[in-house]
């Protein structure tokens, strides 16, 4: 590769690594970078231009919200001893976290081009992956650490109301970003070789 910009692109890419949130420093980074990323994030590939994404983007009590929830979710009905600790841990790591950004994607499903292509529906969504990715990398470019969650506390009855989920009938969470300074160092992740994976003709 001798073009210098790719192989800035391809060390951000391969440098980013999940990193621990309850390593995070305590200092979130600026509210406007934060912004100023997703608004670039959003250029990805977007068949049909619906732009599917919606962003929560939130504040240090939605925060500890979305951890007590998430802790409830897991306790469950809080017979299982090992559940009500796991529980009560991730309600205080998720509640500890300077940055969350929630990331949704929106389909009206009920659309004309919903009916006549269902495919949208997962297009909508490899958009919205495609953005998530993008923001990483971009929070990478700014020394900023990330780990991108699935954890199902979307399943909580009181998820959409307590985020304020704009149209719940609609959006489904595509990634929760847990982001913020640290000072974790995270190995590097090798691959197996790549015509495992690869046919050429």
């Not at 994030?41 to 919200?65: C, D, G, M, S, V």
């Not at 309600?91 to 950004?101: S, V, Y």
Request: hydrophobic share 35%; with cysteine; proline share 6%.
């Amino acid at each position: 590769m001798d073009n210098q910009s790719t192989r800035i692109l391809s060390e951000i890419i391969q440098r980013r690594r999940t990193r621990k949130p309850a390593q995070f420093s305590k200092t979130p980074p600026p509210i406007e970078l934060i912004t100023e990323l997703i608004d670039i994030a959003r250029h990805a590939p977007n068949h049909h231009r619906t732009e599917p994404a919606r962003f929560y983007l939130l504040n240090q009590e939605k925060i500890r919200q979305l951890g007590k929830l998430f802790g409830e979710t897991l306790t469950g009905d809080g017979k299982d001893p090992v559940l009500v600790e796991k529980g009560s841990r991730k309600t205080m790591e998720w509640g500890e976290a300077p940055g969350i950004l929630l990331v949704t994607c929106k389909t009206d499903k009920s659309s004309g081009l919903v009916r006549k292509n269902p495919a949208v529906i997962e297009e909508d969504y490899a958009t919205c992956s495609c953005i998530c990715q993008n923001l990483l990398l971009l929070l990478e470019s700014e020394n900023i650490a990330t780990k991108w969650s699935t954890g199902a506390v979307w399943e909580h009855s009181n998820f959409a109301n307590t985020i304020g989920i704009q149209d719940p009938e609609n959006e489904r969470v595509v990634g929760i970003i847990f982001y913020g300074y640290s000072e974790q160092l995270v190995p590097e992740r090798s691959l197996s070789p790549l015509d495992q994976h690869l046919k050429t003709y």
